[in-house]
């Protein structure tokens, strides 16, 4: 499969702990971007790399979130001291800067958080 | 605030008729377009886009619709078909041509059709 790729599915934890979820982008993509979804709504950007680098992060990313993308390949997103609000799906996309379309993004199957 | 609004939760249309699914958007500065589809269990997957200096952009069954001037976007499906169904979100983004990617999302309309 050379599609975005996430994992875990779905992840369930107690308040206060920390997660963190992995994203694959596809191989010959240099954007990689994090969305978060709740229940209802439409994915909200939440941050994005270009290769290593992090572009631009969404006022929604609290200081208990961090992104990196080490060597511009895979991207990971922890959550410390997770609360009830956190829960959502987390969303990862992939783009190319030389891709046909722009601003099209190819999404994973998202990591599912609950927080209890 | 949302800057990009789907009014309607939800849209019930019959096998073969049209689907016509709107968006609203409240940012000047956004002069870039799309409509992504979300199946269950699924990510959203692209389906068509338009840029602001056209008004029209056709793709097999589907045609976007943009009226600038309204700030107004529609998809329309003909004919629809029943694996049409799905969530729709209407996306937009500043900057085409050296876009960031950061879309701004709807909150999406579910679409069912009905064989």
């Known amino acids: 499969d050379t599609g975005v790729s996430q994992d875990p599915r779905h992840k369930i934890t107690k308040r206060g702990q920390n997660v963190t979820f992995r994203c694959d982008p596809i191989?010959?993509?240099?954007?990689l971007y994090w969305y978060r979804q709740t229940l209802g709504q439409g994915p909200e950007f939440l941050t994005y790399?270009?290769?290593?680098?992090?572009?631009?992060k969404s006022r929604l990313l609290s200081n208990r979130f961090s992104a990196e993308r080490p060597k511009g390949s895979f991207s990971t997103l922890e959550i410390q001291r997770t609360e009830q609000g956190d829960s959502a799906m987390y969303l990862c996309?992939?783009?190319?800067?030389?891709?046909?379309?722009?601003?099209?993004?190819?999404f994973g199957e998202g990591s599912r958080l609950t927080v209890l | 605030d949302q800057q990009v609004k789907q009014n309607s939760p939800s849209l019930s249309v019959q096998e073969g008729r049209i689907s016509i699914l709107n968006c609203d958007y409240t940012?000047?500065?956004?002069?870039?377009f799309l409509w992504y589809k979300k199946y269950p269990a699924e990510g959203p997957t692209f389906l068509i886009s338009?840029?602001?200096?056209?008004d029209k952009n056709e793709d097999g069954r589907f045609t976007v619709f943009l009226n600038k001037s309204a700030k107004h976007l529609s998809l329309h499906i003909v004919p629809s078909q029943p694996g049409d169904s799905a969530v729709y979100f209407c996306?937009?983004?500043?900057?085409?041509?050296?876009?960031?990617?950061?879309?701004?999302f709807g909150k999406g309309t579910k679409l069912s059709v009905k064989p």
């Open positions: 996309a992939s783009g190319s800067t030389s891709g046909a379309i722009d601003g099209e993004l190819f």
């Open positions: 191989s010959e993509h240099n954007r």
């Open positions: 790399f270009q290769n290593e680098a992090q572009l631009e």
């Open positions: 940012n000047s500065m956004f002069d870039y």
């Open positions: 338009i840029s602001s200096i056209k």
């Open positions: 996306a937009a983004s500043k900057n085409y041509g050296g876009s960031q990617g950061n879309l701004i």
